[in-house]
């Protein structure tokens, strides 16, 4: 955990965020084919080290094969369900299918073992699992962040909603189209998996608790005034900056803006790099309408990929504050964000 201090007082200095791109972190499972800084190197390390997904032989991944149904049931079904695996069948997933049938994930979808599966029936097991888990479900309370949605068929609409809103799938664009008609790739499968895990409640997961009397910040609270390049998910939000480039063309980063009125002392949040590591920064401003810059502080030393970083920063006196994030078109989460 990091601790700042924010100090009130006009400084003529501008945010700078150092564009860097490095290797994911080391995992024990490695594929010949997927190196240290292959964008989901990270992801496929740790769904290969939870045994959720294996390599396809000679010890290599095929991270852009297209996925086919019985790949990702059996990614599923490996997670949520190994006790109930039986015997093997005629093919290699043929026990699989079975449980996926039997406990009625496959509802709603037009899943076949040797096919490729649709982003629409992939949305639908998830969302099938998420029932079936008891998980809480929250869907879009705007549909009109996804492009295309007058176009996703009205059967799948409740797990297109929700799985879009709780952060496991994404829009292909940055107009936020689903294009349910298209199909992942392993290495995306990998990334869609780790997300899923993490909803439901991983017991390896651990997710900071909110700090006894603060006041949590999500997406939608009136304290939050801009955010940019930023998807609404569950506890907080998903950042892009594969879209932002300040006015050099050089430097990108993706930020939210929140309102303190000088009324808390402490801002709490956890930012969590996906593909590249980034870096992290805080501006503070005297007034939302004609904000004046008095400080920017970078915080971070590049949290690497998949490892959380927690921040708390004393923002005593402060009217508001912009947390900033950026790399090399890469992605990452801000999430646990509290204010005291």
């Known amino acids: 955990m990091k601790t700042h201090r924010l100090v009130t007082g006009a400084v003529s200095i501008a945010l700078a965020l150092t564009m860097v791109s490095t290797s994911a972190f080391a995992a024990s499972v490695k594929f010949t084919d997927v190196p240290s800084d292959h964008w989901a190197s990270s992801f496929i390390s740790e769904m290969a080290d939870k045994g959720v997904m294996s390599g396809v032989g000679n010890n290599k991944f095929s991270p852009s094969s297209t996925l086919t149904g019985a790949e990702f049931v059996t990614m599923i079904v490996r997670q949520f369900y190994e006790d109930k695996i039986g015997a093997s069948g005629d093919m290699w997933y043929s026990a699989f299918m079975d449980v996926a049938e039997k406990e009625g994930i496959l509802s709603g979808t037009g899943i076949t073992a040797e096919g490729t599966i649709s982003r629409y029936d992939m949305a639908q097991l998830m969302y099938n699992v998420l029932k079936a888990q008891s998980v809480t479900t929250s869907p879009l309370s705007d549909t009109s962040k996804v492009a295309d949605w007058s176009s996703v068929p009205s059967s799948y609409r409740d797990a297109v909603s929700v799985c879009y809103n709780m952060g496991m799938l994404s829009g292909i664009d940055s107009k936020g189209t689903f294009g349910g008609n298209g199909n992942m790739d392993r290495a995306q499968a990998a990334v869609v998996m780790s997300r899923l895990i993490d909803v439901c409640g991983d017991s390896t997961t651990t997710t900071p608790e909110v700090p006894a009397g603060a006041v ?29 480039i300040n006015a050099a063309g050089t430097d990108k980063y993706a930020s939210m803006n929140i309102k303190l009125g ?29 904000p004046t810059l008095l400080t920017a502080e970078q915080l971070s030393t590049f949290p690497e990929p998949g490892k959380p970083e927690t921040y708390v920063i004393d923002v005593s006196g402060i009217n508001e504050v912009s947390i900033r994030v950026g790399s090399r078109i890469s992605h990452a989460t801000v999430t646990n964000i509290t204010l005291s």
């Open 262 to 290: 000088g009324k808390y002392s402490t801002l709490t949040f956890t930012v969590t790099a996906i593909d590249n590591r980034i870096g992290v920064a805080v501006n503070s401003w005297d007034n939302s309408l004609h």
């Open 216 to 244: 949590q910040i999500l997406p939608g609270d009136s304290a939050i005034t801009d955010v940019k390049n930023g998807t609404p998910i569950e506890g907080g939000y998903e950042f892009d900056t594969s879209g932002a």
